[in-house]
């Protein structure tokens, strides 16, 4: 079952939530490790089910797990056995969905909305790398090399109960082919969004022109929704528009806020986008995003927002 196209059969929009790292931060957490919001995980988890909270307060429909950069390689850096941390990846899906459903019992919570999804955060392998490169895809590994990287997390986030993957900041097609891949071989049945970081308005980070990327993903059953994040928002509507004239697929935007991330120092700089984010949201509506959201630096508010000009007439 397909949980994105049964949601859009009966809604126009799928709100997705916000940042969870940077949102953690906010909070008082400090991230500055290469485990990022995985950390807390270990650390806090009542705190990420807070954040997740606040999200499906502000109208989210979908609660993107802290898992995107909870890998075995990674947590075994910070002494974990292969058990601890595939109990703490599936974690991240419990937490989520324990915020959900207390959420969704609250009657009043459920007035013209669909009872918001789970979706398990798939980063790419140059998030594990946590130098950037997931915003350059100059990793050098074949398929089968990023199908063994993926393979474990992805098969403890779907037994934990995930209804979708969220395989996001992909930078390059050799990975995306891979995780497709995955699917398609190992875990029948599981569907998954694929979400670029994108260099400009025409290609994702690698230099792929994300037309090439959308032709190949709208032929896969199981590929849900095909889109852009982590990404300026001045670059959104160009590449809405150009995955919509190649794929039939929903398509699913959830941008930064428009400044530059510095992987040595794990800091953000620069100035946000001059546009507001929910006049940028109706424009990729406009252009043919039918899932949005926020990524790095968004908040609640955003998010809210988002939710509100939804109701709109």
């Known amino acids: 079952m397909n949980p994105i196209e049964n949601i859009l059969k009966e809604f126009p929009l799928i709100i997705l939530d916000g940042a969870m790292a940077t949102e953690l931060e906010r909070h008082g957490c400090d991230l500055n490790d290469s485990l990022w919001s995985a950390k807390i995980l270990m650390e806090n988890p009542e705190m990420i089910k807070q954040v997740h909270t606040d999200y499906f307060n502000a109208g989210a429909d979908c609660a993107i797990t802290a898992s995107y950069q909870a890998t075995i390689e990674g947590f075994a850096q910070h002494g974990l056995d292969e058990e601890k941390t595939l109990n703490l990846i599936q974690a991240s899906v419990r937490i989520a969905g324990e915020a959900r459903d207390e959420f969704w019992n609250n009657l009043e919570n459920r007035d013209n909305r669909p009872k918001p999804i789970i979706a398990a955060s798939i980063g790419p392998y140059g998030a594990f790398l946590a130098d950037g ?10 398929e089968e090399e990023l199908m063994n990287f993926h393979r474990s997390r992805m098969k403890a986030l779907i037994d934990a109960g995930a209804e979708v993957l969220a395989c996001e900041t992909i930078p390059s097609m050799v990975e995306a082919k891979a ?19 994108a260099k400009d308005e025409l290609h994702i980070s690698n230099g792929v ?3 090439e990327c959308a032709t190949w ?13 982590c990404t300026p928002p001045e670059y959104i509507s160009s590449l809405v528009k150009k995955i919509s004239s190649h794929a039939e697929k929903p398509i699913i935007v959830y941008p930064n806020l428009g400044e530059v991330y510095d992987a040595s120092t794990k800091t953000w700089s620069g100035a946000p986008s001059k546009e507001s984010y929910v ?4 424009d990729w ?7 949005i959201g926020g990524c790095c630096r968004t908040k609640p508010e955003n998010i809210k927002d988002i939710a509100n000009w939804s109701k709109r007439d």
Request: include cysteine; hydrophobic fraction near 35%.
């Open 209 to 211: 022109p994300i037309t």
């Open 217 to 229: 993903l709208d032929k896969h059953e199981q590929v849900a929704a095909i889109g852009i994040n």
């Open 285 to 291: 509506y406009e252009c043919g995003a039918r899932l």
């Open 133 to 142: 490169s997931e915003y350059r895809g100059d990793y050098k590994l074949t």
């Open 179 to 197: 995780i497709v891949r995955l699917l398609e071989e190992e875990f029948p049945g599981t569907y998954a969004w694929m979400s670029f970081s």
């Open 279 to 282: 006049s940028s949201t109706q």
